[in-house]
Nanobody, 121 residues
């Protein structure tokens, strides 16, 4: 059974930083693109950032220049470094991974359970 486990959320003041991590657990042979989405209270889930297995990245306009996504393929882990945080960044952040391959199964897409990041103004 493959799962995505997020960590790193918490409470931070505006202007501060947080680092989120998401590890894919299980007997994984390879993992395709990984990314982060977020859902603020009363709003729909939205795209934040994505990184391919080869390291190509793209970001939502709202976080460009402030957030950095990276990954460690050996650990099947993706990170989101969030800096210059604003109150509007407050949300539950969800990890997403596509094309996870194990010896017995291919998972087209998986989601983590979410981690809450709260930015106080």
């Amino acid at each position: 059974q493959v799962q995505l486990v997020e960590s790193g959320g918490g409470l931070v003041q505006a202007g501060g930083s947080l680092r989120l991590s998401c590890a894919a657990s299980g007997s994984i042979l390879s993992c395709g693109a990984m990314g982060w989405y977020r859902q603020a209270p009363g709003k729909q889930r939205e795209f934040v950032a994505r990184i391919s297995r080869g390291g190509s990245t793209n970001y939502a306009d709202s976080v460009k220049g402030r957030f950095t996504i990276s990954r460690d393929n050996a650990k099947n882990t993706v990170y989101l470094q969030m800096s210059s945080l604003k109150a509007e960044d407050t949300a539950v952040y969800y990890c997403n991974a596509a094309g996870i391959l194990t010896r017995t199964q291919v998972y087209p897409e998986l989601w983590g359970q979410g981690t809450l990041a709260t930015v106080s103004s």
